[in-house]
């Protein structure tokens, strides 16, 4: 189980978190003038990344709120969590899907 | 190919066990090749044979980053069945069941495959009104799978509790009784060997680092780290490393890799006679031919590509063996692990061609490929021979998330993924 530093309530276990997938996916401004691919790509393609991995997390059983994590996917160890709105660091943005 | 019969085992008996021949060549990498399949586990050893053996492919390597059956294939709960309400799930699951049935013979190879019964229970009105209609669905598809009452549950698999204590008490169940288990690591070892009987190279301890592609686009070879190898045509079938290899082409496909764990317990004498399933409280529990009970777990809710995950999902499927079995609750576990599963939006595979020429991707098994080994690697087999789908395995396009036509086993499956 993950020990999970909640960015408003401190660090949890893993159990009080619900998982929200991929971070950083800006739902299309005017979906309708999307093609079918770029609608498709917006719903349903991920990074799937294997490396350093943004996500959201969502404290479902504490304060409600939800942040992002920076996690490695060949670790599971959280490197940091941090509020919504806010981007990863530099030295984050630099892992490739 | 040193051919296995109760003769065979006799002679070599009589002379100590000592004239068994490798079961396959550890040979280097050729300069290139007709077709590469990147993976080595069941899927793509399987795909391997039948090109060799169905569509007079031969001339193909299997890489393998690590060793064969290493991965998914020698970490799964070993169930088969057919029973998926959608047509082209239907379509498909079967014919790897009907391959199953005569798989043995057809390797020369003992996969032990079991049709010993896969029972999957009901727990609520939603569970049985919706595996009703599996069964429905199943029969007009011509596959086999029978409603049981409680009683009848309890007469087919008398270790069940079906009394009136349980937090979630059985209300019936689904058979069917062509499901069963097999060996996961002889269909792998199985495969390996006729695939290599037939000249295919199985080249084992070779990472794909790279896709080569021309300047018009075609994929034209691989590097590895042990060199460079050329390909017409690459078949991708990595599991839950599909992602990070389709990248290497610039593909992106709908899918993310997610933990899922099976654990053993100790050996036990024959006490469970089937395979049982229940999606709604998470146990899949059958018996091993050594004595264990083999469990198999959800995955974790985060991805990862660490093959291991949380005890508390464990722990969760253990609270609910121990209540649908009471016997087991003074079973202890031995062993678990986990397998790295990738998953797609429908749960339902994508066996395909892709975007780029001569590149094929045979992936999205998620949680249950094992089942689908045999039909899954004679379908893409065909796929890559002759450069275009075969009929079952035509819906299982990447394209169909663009297109709506998803297979939606996800929403058919009726629980909280």
Known sequence: ?97 | MQKFSALSLLRAGLTGHAGWQRQWRSPEPKPGYDVIIVGGGGHGLATAYYLASRYGVKNVAVLEKGWIGGGNTGRNTTIIRSNYLFDESAGIYEHALKLWEGLSQELNYNVMYSPRGVLMLAHNIHDVQSFKRHVHANRLNGIDNEWLSPEECKEFCPPLNVGGSMRYPILGGALQRRGGTARHDAVAWGYARAADALGVDIIENCEVTGIRRAPTGEVVGVDTTRGSINAKRIGVVAAGNTSTVMNMAGVRLPLESFPLQALVSEPVKPIFPCVVMSNTIHAYISQSDKGEMVIGAGTDVYTSYTQRGGLHIVNHTLDAICELVPAFRRLRMLRNWGGIVDVTPDRSPIVAKTPVSGLYVNCGWGTGGFKATPGSGEVFASTIAKDEPNKINAPFTIERFRDGAVIDEAAAAAVAH
């Open chain 1, 1 to 97: 189980m993950l020990l999970i530093n909640c960015p408003y309530c401190g660090p949890r276990p893993e159990a009080e978190f619900a998982n929200g997938g991929q971070a950083h996916i800006a739902r299309p401004a005017d979906p309708m003038s999307l093609t079918d691919d770029e609608w498709a790509a917006y719903l349903y393609m991920r990074d799937n990344t294997k490396g350093l991995h943004h996500e959201r997390w969502r404290h479902a059983n504490g304060c409600g709120r939800f942040f992002n994590a920076s996690r490695d996917t060949t670790t599971d160890v959280i490197k940091r969590t941090y509020r919504m709105g806010e981007r990863p660091e530099a030295e984050h943005q630099g892992a490739k899907p």
